[in-house]
């Protein structure tokens, strides 16, 4: 039984795409500021010191690269459609990508309106600021599962150091969408 338990404990610990995520901070991958949508302000989420508001909290867009995916530990951006410019850890052909995003049954508010609904990911050719080339476009199903694995529509005959993700819808969220991992898998190149 300790065997069975154990076995399952190990099961629970381990990746579930089972494959290398080469946008991700703790490996070298981090997020071009310049090159990404703006963060959402939320007045809610406002510190205050004596009754004055001095400094607005938001998640920074390199969140997206952790995989610590708790309800609230996403970045957000205003409205519907928003990007992400991420210079991966080493230069590589992308095969596939993976989105994250929390269930309705752990969201506060019950729903995961502000979940990217269409989104598309494009290679950037040369040192991030390249020609964008497209590799894809999908849908992340808010039913299924949380952790949602594509396969490229298009191959790449090149290593990339970049590529941008661009969400094009969310699942209605009026005022902003939130992303909270987004990986991306491939072959490592030169």
């Known amino acids: 039984m300790s065997n069975l338990v154990n076995y399952v404990l190990k099961k629970l610990r381990e990746d579930q795409v089972q494959m ?37 909290y938001e998640m920074p867009p390199d969140i997206i690269l952790q995989p610590d995916v708790h309800p609230g530990k996403c970045w957000a951006f205003p409205g519907s459609q928003g990007h992400a410019l991420i210079k991966l850890a080493k230069k590589i052909t ?8 929390i269930s ?12 990217p609904k269409e989104f598309s990911v494009h290679g950037i050719s040369k040192q991030c600021d390249g020609e964008e080339i497209f ?12 952790v949602q694995t594509f396969e490229l529509q298009r191959d790449v005959s090149e290593s990339l150091l970049c ?6 819808s969310n699942w209605g969220h009026p005022k902003y969408t939130c992303l909270y991992r987004f990986r991306v898998h491939g072959t490592p190149g030169e």
Request: net charge positive; glycine share 10%; hydrophobic share 35%.
């Open 163 to 168: 590529v941008k993700l661009k969400i094009l």
């Open 20 to 56: 290398a995520d080469y946008a991700l901070k703790s490996a070298g991958a981090s997020v071009i500021e310049a090159g990404t949508s703006e963060s959402y302000k939320n007045n809610k989420a406002k510190l205050y010191w004596h009754g004055i508001g001095f400094l607005t």
């Open 135 to 146: 590799l894809g476009q999908f849908i992340y199903d808010k039913t299924g599962s949380t």
């Open 104 to 115: 309705e049954k752990v969201s506060p508010s019950g729903n995961i309106a502000s979940a």
């Open 94 to 101: 992308p095969t596939a990508i993976t989105m994250e995003h």
